[in-house]
């Protein structure tokens, strides 16, 4: 196996989980011991993405070719699955104020995540979302608490994400005005601006929406049924999306057709 070096300082990100069969000696020890330190620690800024993407290439396979998320940097920081991402609460919340400070082009620092949780409203919705996922692995009142919040975040925001909704770590919202996320499932690195809709055509339709990882959902955009967003496809502004839309592909219309790729 051929050995690649990347620097860590470079990518600015925690390194992948060592072997317990590793061994290191010499330099290397520290370096190891570095890795782990920095295993819980996400550092991502504007001119860390090229970095990031060498070093994380270098230990996982190559992505599908032509795959438009990558294309457009909507990379995974982190292996995420399940509700909440299955990355727990302190994990989700650094992977969302991580793909904030991209979007914004700004360092990712104490002081900005200080600022998002206190003065920007995108990302207290995200936040509220993060913490109802942590209330419902509380025993015996998770629950009735997570009912609770997800009511005051609603009548705060103006918003609303369904309870059964999965939301993977990394989600960006910029302005969470008139948001209605039914059951459906929201992969990493998805961009919801405002008024968008996602929900069933009707109370007794199977299945559920899919949003692909780095998909962009622009105001206004409508996911009607059992559809799938594909990786890094966009939704034009306003479109009403009732089909499929494969990879990298842009949507728009009403109904929405492809239009070319994003």
Request: hydrophobic letters at 40%; proline letters at 6%.
């Amino acid at each position: 196996m051929t050995r690649h070096r990347c620097s860590l300082r470079t990518c600015g990100i925690a390194s992948p989980p060592l072997p317990a069969t590793t061994k290191c000696h010499g330099k290397r020890k520290k370096g190891v011991a570095l890795a782990r330190s920095l295993q819980k620690t996400i550092q991502v800024h504007r001119h860390g993405l090229a970095g990031l993407d060498d070093c994380r290439n270098a230990s996982k396979p190559s992505p599908p070719p032509g795959h438009a998320g990558e294309q457009q940097g909507y990379r995974p920081f982190m292996k995420t699955e399940g509700n909440g991402g299955g990355a727990g609460f302190r994990a989700a919340v650094r992977r969302d104020l991580a793909l904030f400070a991209h979007h914004e082009s700004t360092p990712l620092t104490p002081a900005f995540a200080v600022r998002m949780v206190l003065l920007t409203q995108g990302f207290q919705f995200v936040l509220a979302r993060r913490i109802q996922d942590a209330m419902a692995r509380i025993p015996i009142v998770g629950r009735p608490l997570r009912r609770i919040w997800w009511w005051w975040t609603c009548r705060k925001f103006g918003s609303e994400i369904a309870i059964g909704c999965t939301v993977a770590a990394g989600l960006y919202i910029p302005h969470p005005y008139g948001i209605v996320v039914g059951v459906c499932n929201i992969d990493e690195n998805v961009v919801i601006l405002q008024n968008v809709t996602i929900g069933s055509r009707h109370s007794h339709s199977p299945g559920h929406a899919r949003i692909g990882r780095g998909a962009y959902l622009s105001a206004g955009a409508a996911i009607i049924g059992s559809v799938t967003i594909g990786e890094g496809a966009m939704i034009g502004a306003n479109a009403v999306v009732l089909r499929d839309v494969p990879d990298g592909a842009v949507a728009v219309g009403v109904p929405a057709r492809i239009v070319g790729a994003a």
